[in-house]
């Protein structure tokens, strides 16, 4: 009788033994799994080094103006939703003007030779004239001339030392009927650290000024270079190239 006891309690601690170890190795599995889930989540996060290859269409609020602008071309995350904005700062790579994606991911995280990323800030217009039109009324007096030769028909001026352009310099070039193309770019150690050196502001949309900036080198084509910033703009605000200008 007392062996039969024995028996049964054993049979009963055994099943219970039997079912915590199993449970034990569900918890397990199920934590193992979570563990893998999260770590590959965290990883492509961490590879993604704040970047997104989302294409969804942001419905963005800028003053009386409507921007449409995909989530990759959005340079920052908090950034990336529809709404009201005071600002909105984009990147693109140029000449093909798009936004993020893992094909073009070592251009975006500049680890290869290109210094194709173009970087765009939207804002609402504070001052009545952009860069342009800058030139002759505050530009022009603040520059010494003549300057020396660069490509494309541009021209660098120094800046004068009261002028407080300090290790910038303007780059000009005439535009038949229009205001001038014109750019500031850093010089010396600061533009040699810099991913985009130089930079344009023009206006566009509903008293809006967007300002771009740029690799020094992309002066050699500036009228293709602008034409595909106003063109972008002009893109993301439903207007013509021509309606913005």
Known sequence: ?????????????????????????????????????????LGERIAMGGHTDDTTIH???????????????IRFEQARR???????DLYVRYPAMEGYSRATRDA?????????????????????????????????????????SGPAGVTFHEFSENSGYLGEMLAVAERPGRDPFVARCLTGAAAEKSLAPCERD??????????????????????ALDAAVENLAASMLGTSAAQSR
């Not at 419905?59 to 071309?73: E, I, K």
């Not at 529809?82 to 909105?88: P, V, Y």
């Open 202 to 223: 023009i206006l566009v949309g509903d008293r809006l000024s967007l300002t771009y900036r740029f690799p020094q080198r992309f002066l050699g084509e500036w009228r």
């Open 59 to 73: 419905a963005v609020v800028m003053g009386d103006n409507l921007l449409a602008v995909p989530a990759n071309m």
């Open 82 to 88: 529809n709404g009201d904005a005071d600002r909105l």
């Open 1 to 41: 009788m007392k062996e039969a006891v024995a028996a049964q309690q054993f049979r009963v601690n055994d099943s219970s033994l039997t079912t915590r170890v199993f449970c034990g190795l569900v918890a397990l599995a199920l934590l193992s799994l979570a563990v893998t889930i999260a770590g590959k989540w």
């Open 108 to 148: 975006f995280n500049h680890t290869d030779a290109s210094d194709s990323i173009l970087f765009l800030g939207f804002s609402e217009q504070i001052m009545s004239r952009d860069m342009s039109g800058r030139f002759a009324p505050i530009y022009s007096s603040l520059i010494a001339s003549p300057g020396k």
